[in-house]
């Protein structure tokens, strides 16, 4: 029991709604298994309402939309980074989060944000005619999503995730040490 306590990740409960600017964020923290809801098309006041009644701590580069936010209660953080990883950093500074890791088992849906569902091999079905031969040779198990039924599977992309969770750790870790 222990070592699954250990995996679970820092920010259980925490929910997260990106504005339109953040779509790419907002993938990215899916896959790092954060529930993020996205809209490109809803209005401010749809936004904060949302973000009240879900109880979402809005993420958002308008500083008029935050400081609304700020008036209504919402928990809210005000991203000014240049990139989805400068952004990641505050916002995880923001909520207390320490450290972050790519897990699969616990990663979201990029595209709807519906949890994955772990498939052995052998239940895909005719899903196999849908992955590359060659991941389907080199994986054991695959992740298909709960809603759009897309399938996922650990592929080049984990290097790549686990360097920029490392990266990001780091920097927490600095922003950790600098006396307030
Ligand atoms: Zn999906």
């Not at 070592?3 to 993938?27: C, I, N, T, W």
């Not at 098309?41 to 008029?64: A, M």
């Not at 897990?103 to 590359?132: F, Q, T, V």
């Amino acid at each position: 029991m222990k070592s699954v306590e250990a995996k679970q990740q820092p920010f259980r409960g925490l929910a997260f709604f990106a504005d339109s600017m953040h779509g790419s964020l907002a993938r990215k923290l899916r896959i790092f298994g954060m529930d993020t809801a996205y809209s490109s098309s809803i209005t401010d006041e749809h936004i904060l309402n949302y973000c009240s009644i879900q109880r979402r701590i809005l993420l958002t580069s308008d500083k008029e939309l935050f400081k609304r936010s700020l008036k209504k209660r919402i928990g809210s953080v005000h991203l000014q980074g240049l990139t989805d990883k400068a952004n990641m950093v505050k916002i995880f500074a923001e909520c207390n989060i320490k450290n972050i890791l790519y897990d699969s088992a616990s990663a979201r849906c990029p595209i709807c944000n519906l949890e994955l569902e772990k498939k052995e091999k052998k239940e895909l079905g005719d899903l196999y005619n849908i992955i590359p031969p060659k991941s389907y040779l080199l994986n054991s198990h695959f992740y298909q999503c709960k809603g759009c039924k897309k399938v996922y599977w650990e592929g080049s992309h984990k290097a790549a995730l686990d360097s920029l969770a490392e990266s990001i750790n780091q920097e927490l870790y600095t922003i950790s040490c600098i006396p307030n």
